[in-house]
Nanobody, 126 residues
Framework: QVQLVESGGGLVQPGGSLRLSCVASKFTFNYYAMGWFRQAPGKEREGVSC????????YYADSVKGRFTISRDSAKNTVYLQMNSLKPEDTAVYYCAGTQWSTPQAMCVTGRGDYWGQGTQVTVSS
């Protein structure tokens, strides 16, 4: 059974940093575009950043450009999201997803994901 397991969330002060990790198991990681999505209470899920299978094609939502960095390590079947200069509006549950059937931009914009993790809470507050 395919599993995506996120970790790294927590409580951080505004301006702080966190690094999220998502470990994938029981699927061929290199065949999948991977992405990070978030959902805040009362809001729709948003595509934050998505990365192509080779790692060279990357999409960022305008709200996180210049602050967040996505990367992937095929040897570890892991995708990361480095989050810097965090703001209170970044508070949300962050989900990892993977899809074989989409470009990174399309994945993030449409929310296309074949597999999803359970989510990790990120809270930015003083």
């Amino acid at each position: 059974q395919v599993q995506l397991v996120e970790s790294g969330g927590g409580l951080v002060q505004p301006g702080g940093s966190l690094r999220l990790s998502c470990v994938a198991s029981k699927f061929t990681f290199n065949y999948y575009a991977m992405g990070w999505f978030r959902q805040a209470p009362g809001k729709e899920r948003e595509g934050v950043s998505c990365i192509g299978r080779g790692g060279s094609t990357i999409y960022y939502a305008d709200s996180v450009k210049g602050r967040f960095t996505i990367s992937r390590d095929s040897a570890k079947n892991t995708v990361y999201l480095q989050m810097n200069s965090l703001k209170p509006e970044d508070t949300a549950v962050y989900y990892c997803a993977g899809t074989q059937w989409s470009t990174p931009q399309a994945m993030c914009v449409t929310g296309r994901g074949d597999y999803w993790g359970q989510g990790t809470q990120v809270t930015v507050s003083s």
